[in-house]
Structure formats: structure tokens, C-alpha cells
């Protein structure tokens, strides 16, 4: 569904305070009362954080634009410049109204550049900006760094960390399964294989003696073979590279599934629906890691 | 290809989607505004996003000569306006090429022969594999010969199902008849009887608002509650259906089904689990303890002419096809009372009719007072009882009617409503009624539709209500279009010492 912003409300501040983010957010809200003939309402789900590094942040932005109606949620980006010179936060302030039935429904986004030695505890300036009795999810732009501070502290406060592991140089498997337990950890290339993980449910019990070749993009491949080892309890040969998915069952290279294709809104949008962690992921990626059979 | 009995490790954790089995959609009186308007644009929705069978087919069989391209045509059109999602020629194509269509004489066996002989030709076309959902839009006195025709023809192959539109009857010995032709031939649980309110999000959130918080159940009863009001108010007339109407009045049209409806989810026990037989078997208990404390505890209204967003309308007799000297009633207010534990004394005020303002359906709870508020009589003067209101329609959603201090020097306290918007915090739109209620009859789910029992207890009710209507006669009109009905309807909650909700 499209609805138009009716309005958006900024202000931009340095060397900012959580205190005096609280204050502007306070007051925008009450700029933004009455605007569009009713009082304004503001209505959350959840707090939705994310971690974007700046060469992700247009591409961070656009998925943005295509959820918040989708999602009301406070969101608070993150944008780490841990090489600046400088040790500060400083902070762009948006409030974000929908018209819902006549009335605006808004929502607040809280960039935060975080320079210098401030991108170091991230987690500090989250627990503070999020809404009480909410759940927080992350999503994480970009290959993290594992054994870094940030990555552990954003997975200690979040209820549910969203990757997508085919933004990643290395598919370093075997180090996100080690979040596993922490919080639920979901991947945006998993969903990607979504249609033809239906799809192959389909030729069930003779798939489980055919020869299986799976060719596509790394990530997404690398993960439908860890799927079908783990499923299949047997080894599956390795991936050919291609553009895109596709299986060969026995001689017969099999027809994509019909999938309505989805914006990058639309892939985070349906994780951002779901809330337990997923097993049948966990064990496709241990078996993506070679850590299980 | 998928083998049904080994367990298929490739589908877990995958979301099974409730995809019915294939069948065919006969429907009966598909020349009718219900098929263009409803029907089928809900049709439209369940392929737009994937929900129908795989193998599907819908015959629409009526009374009037049409061929199936025609129909199709017609269908069309009607997707094109009515439909929620935008028009995609593919999906279109897809559905339109399972639609056939009949004309039908109701009462004609050689012709029922000729359409079971057209089920047999798409079941072969579609693969079908015999499985019928036969959906009356027809009056009461075309149900009965249809159902002993569908028997008579019943083969052993596939299911058949049997989606019965209101109005089910037009009293309660019509109802248990209708209910026994039905019953000699299908067992209850291929009998889906809709009341299409019960498909709605906001009703069904009603059943979540109750039963998944903890804050409300405990408060929910004659202890904290004063009283229910319930409105269901429609600003249009009666659209050209005036030999409907005539017959029916606003208690057959609304009182006996919808409206009956809200009056039980709103005071139902919890129900066991979320099954067919538990939730109706709660909402039969309430039905059967409803009773009205005498005729002066009903109040019933005509329309005369009026006002409706600034454009004058005729007065309900002066309407085409209406009797000039109808007693039809156009409004109905009654107050109910519960006689159970849990609402003993607690009175239910309803209140629906045509011609009304404005289009609103809504739940209103309204709570007693604080016992002894500690502030000068002059700083409270503004504050009112909390309100709890469930909008069912339109803009579904619920708010709460709290008191709160005025900001400034001193105390004073006025009334605020915390709005809560359905749409506003889940964005998905909203299916329509018939959608989920259709899609629930192909899976077999009865849970969101009317048992016998419970259309029984409706009718013991409506009869008991207008058995007094014989011997008297009010004089019609007794309120203008576009206001909120008689004034012996304020007068029925005065008498009490309260007053209906300003809406």
C-alpha cells in the first residue's frame, strides 16, 4: 500500500545529547499536532535499529522510504565513522506522518552519526532511545565484523538481528552461527530462497535419491545446498555460480517458481513480522559453515 | 509428487498457506449485486494473492438468460470497481477461464440435471475432482427445493458445502424448518450459514481484544461495566430493494443476524479453544439467556423525509416499490438484558436503523464510575464514565474515554480519548468479509459462521419482539432522515437515567 507523507518535520543538531534528542523528538511531535485537521497520533510496533555503515546508507534509505507505513516504529539509524578526527554524536531528526483515515499517524526516524570513538558502543545510545515494552530489531548493513564490539553489543540488546548475507564479501557462516542463542538471527538471502525452497518441498520423497545440482548467487546458493544437506541428511554437490537460483533434479533442470518479486521493503518488511528465531535457517547455515554433515 | 503419509522434512518451517482442496463455486442467484459487488471481487482477491485452489472453477447459475461470456464480462466490471487490489489482466484471465455460467430455473428438475451435467464437464475441464460449494444468494423459499435437488444429485465422489446468505428464514418456525429440509439431507458441518459480519477484522479483533489481554477479561462484567451500547447505523436507504425491505424491516435486515452477533461475542465466556463448536457454542449460551423486559423495552421508527450530507431524501414511504402506508420499521432500539452470572442487570442498549447520519458500526463499553472521585464537584464537571468503543465500521479500531488533568493551576479534570486505529499500527489492507469467509468455507471451517442453534435462538428472539407489533400501530414516520431516530428511543434510556452516546 502507497500513502503519501503529509508531512515531515526535521531538525539536525551536533554534539547532541540523548537528552536533547528526547527534547526535540518531544517537540516535533507537538509541532506536528493538529496538522492535517486531527490530533496527531503516534503509533509504534517496535524500535527499529540500524547499523549502516556510510557507503550503505542510500541504499539503507530508499528500504526505509518503502516500510515505515508498512512498520510504525521509532527507528534509529546508526552510521559509524569511526575514522573521524572528531569524538561526537551528532543527529537529523525526522518525523514521519501518514494520513490513516483522515488522521496523521506518525513515526519518528533518529539518524545518529556516530564519529570517532562513539561508533564503539553503539548498544549505549540504543537502550536509551528505545520504546519501552517493544521489541528492537536490528538490521545490520554490510558484512559485520564479528568479533567486533559493535556487532556483540547490538545483538545483546536486539530482540531479532536481520543480515543479509549477500552483502558480504567473505559468507562467514560458521562466525554468525556463533549468535545463534543470543538473539534470533535472520537472513534477507534466505528469504530469497523462499519460492524455490517451495518448490523443491514439492518433488518430496523422490528428490531425496536424485543427484541435485544447485547453480546461483553465492549467498543464496550457499544456503539452499546447506538447506537441502541438512534436510536431506545427505551431501549435496557443491554450487555452480550463476545469476540466479536454479536446480537440476536429475537430467531435468527445473522451471523457476512463480514468485511475485519483492523490493528490498518487502524482504525486510517480512522480517520484521516475525519473531522467534528460525531452527530450519540455523541449521542450513551450520551446514552452509561445514560444521555439520 | 508429495507423498502424504512420510513426513516431508522440506516443508518444515516453511508457513503452510490454508490452500483449499479444488473445487467448484456454484452460485445461485449470481445475476444478483451480491455477485458483482461482493462475490466476486473477493474471488479476485483470494487469486490475487495465491489462496484459491489450485484447480478452480466458479459457475454462477441464475434465473436470467446470459451466456458465459457475458458473465464473464459482467464479473469483470465488477472487479474493476469494487475489488480492493489494482486490476491485473493475468490474474483475471486465470480466474475468468474457470467461469461458466447457467440459467437456471429454480424449480426445474431437467434443468438441475443439465447442471449437474455441466459440474461433471468442468470437474473434467478444471480437475476439480467433484467438490462443490454451493453458495445461496437466493430467498428462503428457493433454498429448500435447491438443497433436495443438490441431495438428490449428490455423488459419491468429493465434498460438497453449502454457503447460506441471510436472510435464513423470517421467523423462528420458518428458520427450524428451513434448518430441518437442510439438515434430512447435510450434516451440520457442511452447512456454512454467513453473516458476513462475523468476517470482519475488527469483530474478530474483538475476540483478540477479550481473550489475548489480561487487562480486560477481569473488568469485563457486571461489576465494572454499567452498560453496552451497541450501534449499527447505516446513512442509505433501502437501494432499491423495497420488496426486501417491505418484508423484512430494520429487525429482520439487522437486529436478527448482525447484530444479535455483536451482542454475543461482546458477552460470550471464553471459549475453550479457537474451534467451530467452542466459539459457538459460547456465542449459543449467550443467545439463549438474551431476553428483552417487554414491549416498552423496544422501540421502532420509520424514516420520513430528511436531510443526509446536505441533500434532502424521500421519507421510506414515499420510496419506489414501498407500500404509502407502510409499518415497516426503517429503526430499532431495544434493551437487552444477559441473564447469566457475568451480566445479570447489566443492560445491552442497541440501537440500529437506515437513514440514520452516518454509516457507523460500533461497541460501546461503558464502565462505571469511580466510586468517589477526590476533587471539587466543579473540577470534575467535564469528566464522563470511561468508555471503551469498538469500531467495527467503518475505520476499525478502538478507543478508550480516560480522565485527564487540564495542564495549568489547580485541578481540573476533563474527558480524552486514546485512539487506537487498526490500520495505523498493521498496514496490511484489511481483507474484506467475504474473502476470509469464503476461503474459510473451502477449507471447512465453520468457526466464523451461524450454527442452527444459534439461528434459532435469534428467531425465538425477533419473534418474541415483534409478537406486540401485531396490536399496535405508532405512527410512522417518527423521525426525520438524517437524525438519530425517534425520540421514544432517547426516552427508552432516560427512563434508566442514561443517554445515548454522542456519536
Same mark, same amino acid.
Given at each position: ?10 531538525? +539536525? ?34 524500535? +527499529? ?21 508498512? +512498520? ?40 545518529? +552519526? ?180 | ?14 508457513? #503452510?498457506?490454508?490452500?483449499?482442496? $479444488? ?7 449470481? &445475476? ?56 491485473? *489482466? ?19 428438475? *431437467? ?17 476439480? *475432482? ?8 437466493? $430467498? ?26 441471510? $436472510? ?12 430441518? *429440509? #437442510? ?81 454475543? #461475542? ?80 447489566? $443492560? ?50 478502538? &478507543? ?12 481540573? #479534570? ?90
Amino acid at each position: 500500500m502507497t500513502v503519501s507523507t503529509t508531512l515531515t518535520q526535521d531538525w +539536525h543538531g551536533e554534539d547532541v545529547s540523548i537528552a536533547e534528542i528526547e527534547a526535540e523528538l518531544a517537540r516535533l511531535r507537538a509541532e506536528s499536532t493538529g496538522v492535517g485537521g486531527g490530533p496527531q497520533q503516534r503509533t509504534s510496533v517496535m524500535t +527499529h535499529v540500524a547499523w549502516v555503515p556510510p557507503e550503505w546508507l542510500d541504499a539503507a534509505e530508499r528500504t526505509l522510504a518503502g516500510l515505515a507505513e508498512r +512498520h510504525p516504529s521509532r527507528t534509529v539509524l546508526l552510521i559509524p565513522r569511526p575514522d573521524d578526527e572528531l569524538d561526537r554524536v551528532d543527529a537529523d531528526l525526522t518525523m514521519r506522518c501518514y494520513p490513516v483515515a483522515g488522521q496523521p499517524v506518525c513515526g519518528e526516524v533518529i539518524e545518529l +552519526h556516530l564519529l570517532g570513538d562513539r561508533s564503539l558502543a553503539p548498544a549505549s545510545l540504543v537502550l536509551p532511545l528505545a520504546i519501552s515494552d517493544l521489541p528492537v530489531f536490528v538490521r545490520w548493513r554490510g558484512e559485520p565484523d564479528f568479533r567486533g564490539t559493535q556487532w556483540r553489543q547490538l545483538v545483546d540488546v536486539a530482540d531479532r538481528v536481520i543480515v543479509d548475507s549477500s552483502e558480504w564479501g567473505d559468507l562467514a557462516y560458521a562466525e554468525l552461527a556463533q549468535s545463534f542463542g543470543d538473539s534470533a538471527i535472520s537472513d534477507i538471502a534466505w528469504a530469497r530462497t523462499e519460492p524455490w525452497r517451495r518448490e523443491l518441498a514439492r518433488y518430496w520423497p523422490g528428490i531425496r535419491e536424485q543427484e541435485i545440482r544447485i547453480r546461483g548467487p553465492r549467498a543464496e546458493a550457499a544456503l539452499l545446498h546447506g538447506w537441502l544437506n541438512a534436510r536431506l541428511e545427505r551431501a549435496i554437490r557443491p554450487v555452480e555460480p550463476a545469476g540466479e537460483l536454479g536446480v537440476r533434479l536429475g537430467s531435468d533442470d527445473l522451471r523457476p517458481p512463480r514468485a511475485t518479486a519483492l523490493t528490498p521493503s518487502d524482504l525486510l518488511s517480512a522480517e520484521l513480522d516475525s519473531f522467534a528465531s528460525d531452527p530450519i535457517y540455523e541449521q542450513a547455515v551450520l551446514a552452509a559453515a561445514g560444521l555439520v554433515a | 509428487m508429495t507423498s502424504v503419509a512420510e513426513h516431508n522434512p522440506l516443508l518444515d518451517g516453511l508457513e #503452510i498457506r490454508r490452500r483449499p482442496a $479444488p473445487c467448484v463455486l456454484v452460485i445461485f442467484g449470481a &445475476s444478483g449485486d451480491l455477485t458483482r459487488r461482493k462475490l466476486m471481487p473477493a474471488l479476485y482477491a483470494l487469486a490475487y494473492r495465491g489462496l484459491l485452489p489450485e484447480h478452480f472453477a466458479v459457475v454462477g447459475a441464475a434465473r436470467s438468460e446470459e451466456t458465459d461470456d457475458e458473465f464473464r464480462e459482467r464479473m469483470k466490471e465488477g472487479v474493476q470497481k469494487y475489488a480492493r487490489d489494482e486490476f491485473r *489482466q493475468d490474474i483475471w484471465d486465470e480466474l475468468a477461464a474457470g467461469m461458466r455460467y447457467f440459467t437456471l430455473d429454480f424449480s426445474d428438475a *431437467q434443468a438441475e440435471d443439465e447442471l449437474a451435467a455441466l459440474l461433471a464437464e468442468v470437474d473434467a475441464e478444471r480437475g476439480t *475432482q467433484g467438490n462443490r460449494l454451493y453458495y445461496f444468494a437466493v $430467498p428462503p423459499s428457493a433454498i429448500g427445493p435447491l438443497v433436495n435437488e443438490i441431495a438428490a444429485r449428490r455423488s459419491g465422489d468429493g465434498w460438497v458445502r453449502l454457503i447460506i446468505e441471510k $436472510p435464513f428464514g423470517h421467523d423462528l418456525e420458518s428458520a427450524r424448518e428451513l434448518n430441518t *429440509q #437442510i439438515q434430512e439431507r447435510f450434516g451440520e458441518s457442511e452447512v456454512f450459514r454467513i453473516d458476513h459480519y462475523l468476517g470482519k477484522e475488527t469483530v474478530q479483533n474483538m475476540l483478540a481484544l477479550r481473550f489475548a489481554n489480561g487487562i480486560f477479561e477481569p473488568i469485563w462484567n457486571r461489576q465494572f461495566i454499567d452498560h453496552v451500547q451497541i450501534t449499527v447505523a447505516e446513512s442509505v436507504g433501502i437501494e432499491g430493494r423495497a420488496a426486501f425491505y417491505e418484508e423484512a424491516g430494520a429487525i429482520r435486515d439487522i437486529f436478527q443476524n448482525h447484530l444479535l452477533q455483536l451482542v454475543a #461475542i461482546t458477552a460470550m465466556e471464553p471459549p475453550i479453544d479457537f474451534t467451530a463448536d467452542s466459539v459457538r457454542n459460547e456465542k449459543v449460551k449467550v443467545l439463549k439467556s438474551l431476553h428483552t423486559p417487554g414491549p416498552k423495552s423496544v422501540v421502532r421508527g420509520q424514516y420520513g423525509r430528511g436531510f443526509i450530507e446536505g441533500v434532502e431524501v424521500p421519507g421510506y414511504r414515499e420510496e419506489e416499490g414501498v407500500d404509502p402506508h407502510s409499518m415497516t420499521e426503517t429503526y430499532v432500539a431495544a434493551k437487552l438484558y444477559v441473564d447469566n452470572w457475568r451480566w445479570a442487570d447489566t $443492560p445491552f442498549y442497541v440501537r440500529m436503523g437506515k437513514r440514520l447520519p452516518r454509516r457507523e458500526t460500533t461497541i460501546a463499553i461503558q464502565f462505571k464510575r469511580a466510586p468517589h472521585p477526590p476533587f471539587e464537584e466543579t473540577a470534575a464537571e467535564g469528566l464522563r464514565p470511561n468508555v471503551l468503543l469498538i469500531h467495527v465500521q467503518p475505520n476499525e479500531g478502538m &478507543s478508550l474515554a480516560i480522565g485527564a488533568k487540564v495542564p495549568g493551576q489547580g485541578m481540573r #479534570i476533563r474527558t480524552v480519548h486514546m485512539d487506537f486505529l487498526y490500520g495505523s499500527a498493521f498496514r496490511e489492507g484489511l481483507p474484506e468479509a467475504y474473502e476470509r469467509l469464503i476461503l474459510d468455507a473451502m477449507l471447512g471451517d465453520a468457526t466464523l459462521f451461524t450454527r442452527a442453534d444459534e439461528i434459532e435462538e435469534q428467531w425465538a428472539l425477533v419473534d418474541a419482539i415483534v409478537a406486540p407489533w401485531q396490536r399496535d400501530r405508532p405512527s410512522f414516520p417518527n423521525y426525520p432522515a438524517g437524525s438519530w431516530g425517534p425520540p421514544s428511543a432517547d426516552e427508552l434510556l432516560h427512563r434508566d437515567g442514561r443517554s445515548w452516546r454522542r456519536n
